[in-house]
């Protein structure tokens, strides 16, 4: 690489953290004006003002900031609410600039790899972005090509996000976030390598071979290395089309069939599940079979964990409080006491409550447009008057799967029972049995168990 390269690639940073320092400098100043000087600070106002300053960036910290828009109280309502809105497809790389990418991942004669390669992005997100190409054989393939420098980005955002979390903190105590940092942090870094994904693609493959419902793409090696994954392409609909559209109940009912299997045959089967939960990274096709697009966000827990899950819900559903709280230290939720037990068990009475009727229903029933809301606003209230709860950190993505489903579901309309699919992937659960299988389909994916 050149020193005018390599010196624009520094400057690229220092302009990065500046713009990103400066938004949330300007977010420290406002909270600890209100904080220490009584200025009453227009929330609203103020995270629309840190959102279109940190949503013109492209990288990990929109990404971030979408996560932690579907975490519950891991920020304010209005931060959560302006967050989310945050686009995932960022303005892409031309094509001068992707061939020069291409060559530094394939050689320079890559475009004779392939008999098709498009010029224009397909689509753009935070840490690359995909062009449709087809191979010398005809088969149709999805390049997923990270954007350059992004591990430097992602540190940079990772202390970034540090700081923005540590001021929330300041401004409310109701969550301790330290456990939140960590795991994103853990999670973005592996997002980066692209030969760790096409693992877990395969690792996927494997868990879910019998769904006939689920369609993954299949990872071509000779045409990836660890920033370039190439796959087979999948055709599908966007999700929110299918349910803006699909007037036939039925329809929406399938594919909320196929989008729980997805995620919960790997949980209880496997003790693995998908982090990410975002609308763009699935679609439906005609018969109402979904499409799984993109395995950056991977969390694999200790068999004990998946059986904390299942432990609360017999807590739930019994009102065995020992038994609850069994599970949420097996978790590893500390210092619990019996005020925050019930508050605890006010969320995990939400999150578990379709799971709890024997009889077809929507998630949420109510009118409320936004999945939980209501509740985590209650939830918050009391964790404020009560002292900071430190959510472990398996804990974070499970909740964020569980929320970011129920939106989904919501969104479809579904009408479902809930109680009977849940029943069938936990009839005859055994604990001891998963972790054989765990280890034993991680192994054949080339990855380690969890720690």
Same mark, same amino acid.
């Given at each position: 690489m050149s020193p005018r390269s390599d010196r624009n690639r520094l400057v690229g940073r220092v302009r990065r953290y500046a713009r990103v320092g400066g938004a949330v400098g300007g977010a420290a100043a406002k909270l600890a004006g209100g904080r220490l000087f009584g200025v009453k600070l227009d929330r609203d106002r103020h995270a629309a003002d840190l959102t279109a300053a940190l949503g013109g960036l492209k990288g990990p910290l929109m990404k971030v900031a979408q @996560?932690?828009?579907?975490?519950?109280?891991?920020?304010?309502a209005e931060y959560a609410e302006r967050l989310a809105a945050l686009q995932a497809n960022a303005p892409p790389m031309?094509?001068?600039?992707?061939?020069?990418?291409? %060559?530094? $991942?394939? &050689?320079?004669?890559?475009?004779?790899?392939?008999?098709?390669?498009? =010029? $224009?992005?397909?689509? %753009?997100?935070?840490? &690359? !972005?995909? =062009?449709?190409?087809? %191979?010398?054989? &005809?088969?149709?393939?999805?390049?997923?090509? !990270?954007?350059?420098?992004?591990?430097?980005?992602? $540190?940079?955002? @990772?202390? !970034?996000?540090?700081?923005?979390?540590?001021?929330? &903190?300041?401004y409310d105590r109701a969550i301790d976030t330290g456990n939140i940092h960590a795991e994103i942090a853990a999670r973005l870094r592996e997002e980066l390598d692209y030969r760790r994904e096409a693992k877990q693609i395969g690792l996927y493959r494997l868990m879910l071979a019998a769904e006939k419902g689920v369609h993954l793409p299949t990872p071509v090696a000779t045409l990836s290395t660890g920033r370039l994954l190439t796959m087979g392409w999948l055709e599908g609909k966007p999700l929110l089309d299918v349910a803006r559209s699909a007037r036939s109940v039925a329809l929406r009912n399938e594919v909320a069939l196929h989008m729980f299997r997805a995620w919960y045959v790997p949980f209880y089967g496997y003790g693995v599940i998908h982090g990410d939960p975002h609308l763009g990274n699935y679609s439906v096709r005609p018969d109402g079979s979904v499409n799984l697009l993109d395995f950056g966000c991977i969390r694999v827990f200790p068999p004990s964990f998946v059986q904390g899950v299942i432990d609360l819900y017999e807590a739930l559903r019994r009102g065995d409080d020992a038994l609850a709280v069994h599970a949420y230290e097996s978790w590893g939720f500390t210092g619990l006491n019996r005020e925050v037990i019930a508050v605890l068990n006010r969320w995990a009475g939400f999150v578990y409550g379709p799971l709890l009727e024997d009889r077809p229903r929507r998630i949420q029933e109510s009118a409320s447009g936004a999945y939980g809301a209501k509740v985590a606003a209650e939830v918050h209230a009391e964790l404020r008057r009560l002292g900071p709860v430190k959510p472990p950190r398996e804990f974070v993505l499970m909740d964020r799967a569980a929320v970011g489903l129920g939106s989904v579901f919501l969104h479809l309309k579904a009408e479902v029972n809930w109680h009977r699919l849940f029943h069938g992937l936990i009839e005859g659960f055994d604990v001891k049995a998963l972790a054989k299988r765990q280890a034993k389909t991680l192994k054949q994916a080339g990855l380690s168990p969890p720690s």
């Open positions: @996560i932690l828009s579907t975490i519950p109280d891991a920020l304010p031309g094509w001068s600039f992707v061939k020069r990418r291409m %060559a530094a $991942e394939l &050689g320079s004669d890559w475009e004779r790899r392939f008999r098709r390669f498009e =010029h $224009e992005a397909a689509a %753009a997100a935070s840490l &690359g !972005q995909v =062009h449709r190409a087809t %191979a010398k054989d &005809g088969v149709l393939l999805a390049c997923k090509l !990270q954007y350059p420098d992004m591990a430097s980005a992602v $540190e940079a955002d @990772i202390r !970034q996000l540090r700081v923005i979390l540590a001021l929330y &903190g300041r």
